[in-house]
């Protein structure tokens, strides 16, 4: 999985299962991380879900993680500000491990 930098933070892709039994990061797949919700993809329930979960795995206020593209379909590309690759995936790696 490719995670970009950027002059503010970093993209990258995430493949998103909406009405899942609970909010979790599933794991890491050859593009994207697969993440699942528990609310609906109605009225951007779910994006608001992920964004959420996206801050609280990375440690980052909400304000700082934005969906760049798809935000009606299940792969997003989503910009984080403020945090580098390395940071990235050492929150990664603790969520995954801990």
Same mark, same amino acid.
């Given at each position: 999985?490719?995670?970009k930098k950027t002059d503010s933070g970093i993209i990258f892709s995430v493949k998103l299962r909406p009405r899942a039994s609970r909010? +979790?990061?599933v794991g890491v797949?050859?593009?994207f991380l697969r993440m699942e919700v528990s609310a609906a993809p109605v009225g951007g329930k779910a994006n608001r879900s992920l964004v959420r979960l996206i801050g609280q795995i990375l440690k980052?206020?909400?304000h700082a993680v934005?969906? +760049?593209r798809g935000e009606k379909q299940p792969l997003k590309l989503i910009a984080v500000s403020g945090l580098s690759p390395e940071?990235?995936?050492r929150k990664i790696d603790e969520q995954s491990n801990g």
């Open positions: 999985m490719e995670v909010d +979790r990061l797949e050859n593009d980052v206020p909400r934005t969906i +760049r940071d990235f995936w």
